[in-house]
């Protein structure tokens, strides 16, 4: 099995620790321990409410970044409609919230298949297509979304299906879990809830759908003379992605506490894609760095003055400079810039250079 | 009204020549001039527009020029009929989107796997 996974995902550049030497696998695990308790236990207590605000936005961000990226990056299957999946998760939970007291997980959870259940129903016939007709039917059936929500509003504590009540004049909050209440430690629930996000996608990877999935990207017909149900496992990562937005959309919805369908428009899921691209959709730290590009980087220009509408520009330009030279994106780009810078440097020093473009 | 615009859009998808992308850059100027009258100059509603613009194009699966502009009609008219009706006309701007799914969905019915990835 492992045998597998390394011949078909040899052309995909995140390289399993499976396959690396032990000692490297565990620099590697545990520098991400470090990391992970950095941003768990010290973030919080350095940053302001303003930043960690903008963080748990990142941590609820790179759930719909990382679902995308199994979409784009694994299977092929580009959707410009990620935003509007998002945003039926969040009215999901919000509805939840407001009629039950379930508790929080299991809401999310529950939010979480609800979406799925209606991003399959979209994508089911979504599937007849690929490339940019895909990517073109995703975006119309996201603005129909966003006009229905428009509509209807976001539920507010009212009674009915919809949940909304347009004569309250007191709209209570969406409740959080007794566990995170302040906000800084609901930015520590959304960030454990994004690692659980990312283990399940990890596990997807490293099992049969990921191969499939590497299968149906490389060639569908191929995958399909191999055996592979390409239909079966193309659904299989819609729900998947699905699932994930859903439940971003239910975490948005305790982050923020007061939902707009204003928050929620379908060219943000344009800009989204063209984030994704630019950061890199082939590898799991892709989706954190866009997740942090879309997200913190706003927070931290609005903050030195700086018009965040520029960013638009800068992901436009990103995004080509992404597809013309560097297909794997930042996330791949960067290392190995920073390796090549090095060697530069080093070369001074001793005589012998090291060999050029070799990464980690 | 966007008519021009969405006249553009089909050539410079259907052959991505220079002449095309000027076509798009007229039309889409002189759709901006008329359009001016109709809706607020801001950045969200005109982006807005160019998906809507867009589905007229892809209910003419970005193939033809005459079935674009019919299509961009129907499309029109659809959402000014459905306006009167009251329980439909806060959900008349899906019209675009609405047609160009179910559009869509019933031309690409028979169709096998195709060897390129870009192809649709």
Do not use: C
């Amino acid at each position: 099995m492992a045998l597998d996974t390394a011949r078909i995902t040899a052309s995909a550049p995140k390289r399993s620790p499976l396959h690396m030497p032990p000692a490297r696998a565990l620099t590697r695990i545990g520098i991400l321990a470090v990391l992970l308790l950095f941003v768990l236990l010290a973030l919080p207590q350095v940053l302001s409410l303003y930043y960690i605000d903008a963080m748990t936005q990142a941590a609820v961000y790179s759930m719909v970044t990382l679902g995308l990226g199994v979409l784009v990056g694994r299977v092929g299957l580009y959707s410009l409609g990620q935003v509007a999946v998002m945003a039926v998760g969040a009215w999901a939970a919000a509805r939840l919230l407001f009629a039950t007291a379930q508790p929080f997980p299991l809401v999310l959870l529950e939010a979480g298949l609800i979406t799925m259940v209606a991003g399959t129903l979209l994508g089911l016939p979504a599937l007849r297509m690929r490339g940019l007709y895909l990517a073109l039917i995703t975006l119309m059936l996201a603005g129909a979304i966003s006009v229905v929500l428009a509509t209807t509003n976001f539920p507010n504590g009212g009674h009915g299906f919809l949940g909304y009540d347009s004569a309250s004049a007191h709209v209570p909050a969406i409740r959080r879990p007794g566990v995170a209440a302040s906000d800084p430690a609901y930015f520590r629930y959304s960030v454990i809830i994004a690692i659980a996000m990312f283990l399940l996608v990890l596990v997807h990877l490293r099992t049969r759908p990921g191969r499939a999935w590497a299968a149906i990207r490389q060639s569908e017909s191929a995958a399909l003379a191999a055996g592979v149900n390409t239909t079966f496992y193309k659904l299989w990562a819609f729900a998947l992605a699905s699932f994930m937005t859903g439940v971003a959309g239910g975490v948005m919805a305790g982050a923020v506490r007061y939902l707009y369908s204003i928050t929620f428009q379908p060219q943000d899921s344009i800009t989204l894609l063209a984030v994704v691209l630019m950061a890199g959709a082939y590898s799991l730290w892709g989706a954190v760095l866009a997740a942090l590009l879309v997200q913190l980087l706003p927070a931290l220009l609005n903050n030195w003055g700086v018009p965040a509408d520029w960013l638009t520009i800068l992901f436009g330009l990103g995004v080509l400079q992404a597809l013309t030279t560097a297909p794997r994106g930042l996330a791949d780009q960067v290392p190995k810039d920073l390796a090549r810078l090095a060697g530069l440097l080093r070369r001074p020093a001793r005589q012998s250079a090291p060999p050029e473009g070799s990464s980690r | 009204m966007f008519k021009f615009l969405l006249l553009a859009f089909r050539n410079v998808f259907r052959n991505r020549r220079r002449t095309a992308m000027t076509l798009l850059m007229v039309g889409g100027g002189v759709a901006g001039l008329l359009l001016a009258d109709l809706v607020g100059l801001d950045a969200a509603t005109l982006t807005f527009l160019v998906i809507s613009s867009l589905a007229a194009a892809l209910m003419a699966r970005l193939r033809s020029i005459t079935l674009t502009f019919v299509a961009a009609i129907v499309i029109g008219l659809v959402h000014d009929l459905v306006t009167p009706i009251q329980s439909l006309t806060s959900y008349r701007d899906m019209t675009p989107f609405v047609l160009a799914a179910l559009a869509l969905l019933a031309l690409s019915r028979h169709q096998g796997i195709s060897l390129s990835r870009e192809e649709a």
